[in-house]
């Protein structure tokens, strides 16, 4: 594994050597990309990035029943935002959402992008992964009634399918478990600090 990233940290050096282009992207607390590009091949642009809503049509009728895991948090906090698998317990790293009376809802894009992944998992449930321009990846687990394809591209608020329930959070009934990650397979963020009260 050592080696991997030292050859990939030798590649990378390698392919910046010689030029003078400064490119630096990242993502400010709304989900919205930044970027600081210097040199000949700096463009000036005024494009108005997507912002990003909440995984359902309607916020206010679902409650969230379990928080996503945040480090920073008090440990009361953190106690609330671990599951109990087995013997085992483990950092929460989404945000599920429930209705109050059990019942299923439509689960929603947060913004545009392609579906890089719909499956079948025993342990979470259906699953499906939507990875957007802005290099976030959205992920929704613990579904029923897919109705999108890998490869397939949407738009934000599309119907992709609908809560249902997965062997992990059992005990939650019908909800929906939703994940932001920084990039296919790259560390979870706290999708509260993308999506406020969008």
């Known amino acids: 594994m050592a080696a991997a990233v030292i050859i990939l940290t ?12 400064d490119t630096s992207v990242g993502l400010d607390n709304t989900g919205s990309v930044t970027s600081n590009v210097t040199g000949n091949d700096a463009v000036a642009t005024s494009a108005k990035q997507e912002t990003m809503q909440w995984p359902v049509k309607n916020r206010a009728e679902l409650e969230v029943s379990l928080p996503f895991f945040d480090n920073n948090a008090s440990n009361e ?6 599951v109990e698998y087995g013997d085992t ?6 945000i599920d959402f429930q209705k109050a009376d059990n019942q299923t809802f439509d689960v929603t894009a947060v913004m545009s992008g392609k579906v890089t992944a719909v499956e079948k998992n025993p342990v979470v449930g259906n699953l499906v992964e939507i990875t957007h321009s802005n290099g976030l990846v959205s992920v929704y687990q613990s579904l029923a009634d897919v109705t999108v394809t890998k490869d397939a591209e949407v738009k934000k608020g599309d119907v992709i399918a609908k809560a249902g329930r997965n062997e992990l959070e059992k005990d939650e009934g019908v909800h929906l478990h939703f994940e932001l990650r920084q990039g296919q397979g790259g560390p979870a963020v706290n999708p509260e600090q993308y999506l406020g009260d969008h």
């Not at 906090?77 to 671990?82: C, L």
């Not at 317990?89 to 989404?94: C, D, K, N, S, V």
């Open 10 to 21: 030798l590649m990378w050096v390698y392919q910046g050597a010689g030029t003078k282009t």
């Open 77 to 82: 906090v953190k106690q609330a935002a671990m």
């Open 89 to 94: 317990f483990t950092p929460h790293m989404g």
